[in-house]
């Protein structure tokens, strides 16, 4: 039972246009929610995160948006760059004293230059 | 840089045959994770330790897996009599522990299985 949910394996963007990452999740106990980063032959590198008090957070070139109602999140890198050519994790944490975060299966972003 | 670091990267094994895998978190980070990913996976949790005690287990870390921080510090994962499906990144992560943070990640030990 997937609680995470990345339903878009693969997304292609030109340089310079905005890539919007999306995630949608089940359980309703979710609180806190995470994007990383990951290269090839990489451990996942922490972007940016939201808490479930919040419906955005920005940081840079990313924001995270958050529709409790729809339990829905996405990531918007603008401007998009090659470097940003990666696998987007989203993961999410309950409340309730557990640290585990339950990931997606990941989206992998091309920028084309 | 002191990340999150690994050891071995690779480990090639049979069958049959018991392997332990390594992880140093960074410094002063009371929290640090176990996670498992396959391919075309995300990363799922395996165990977590708050300095040396172990306070959850997911039902992912069967008897044959055991994990331990003897001192707070670094961390070894074992895996006895290992199995096919046992070949996976496994992943280790580390947090300060002052709350909800986010997780640091190392690159991970791939193991293949024989």
């Known amino acids: 039972d997937q609680q995470v949910k990345q339903n878009s394996p693969s997304l292609s963007v030109q340089e310079g246009r905005i890539s919007i990452l999306n995630c949608d999740y089940t359980?309703?106990?979710?609180?806190?929610f995470l994007w990383y980063k990951k290269y090839p032959a990489e451990g996942p590198t922490f972007l940016i995160s939201?808490?479930?008090?919040?419906d955005k957070n920005e940081d840079g070139r990313f924001t995270v948006f958050l529709n409790k109602s729809a339990k829905h999140l996405s990531l918007h890198i603008v401007p998009s760059q090659p470097g940003d050519s990666a696998v987007y994790f989203c993961?999410?944490?309950?409340?309730?004293?557990?640290?585990?975060?339950?990931f997606g299966k990941g989206t992998k972003l091309s920028v084309i230059p | 840089d002191t990340g999150v670091s690994q050891d071995p990267r690779h480990k090639i094994t049979k069958r049959g045959q018991n392997v332990t895998f390594r992880c140093d978190p960074i410094?002063?980070?009371?929290?640090l994770y176990w996670y498992r990913q396959t391919l075309g996976q995300g990363p799922e949790f395996l165990t977590y330790f708050q300095n040396e005690a172990q306070l959850e287990k997911s039902r992912l870390l069967s008897d044959r897996f055991s994990a331990e921080r003897p001192k707070g510090s670094f961390s070894t994962l074992e895996i006895q009599r290992t199995e096919q499906g046992d070949s996976a990144m496994y992943l280790c992560a580390s947090s300060l522990g002052v709350g909800r943070e986010p997780q640091h990640f190392g690159d991970g030990t791939r193991l293949s299985i024989l």
């Open positions: 359980n309703s106990m979710f609180d806190y």
């Open positions: 993961a999410a944490i309950t409340g309730a004293g557990s640290y585990q975060l339950t």
């Open positions: 410094s002063e980070h009371n929290r």
């Open positions: 939201i808490s479930s008090i919040k």
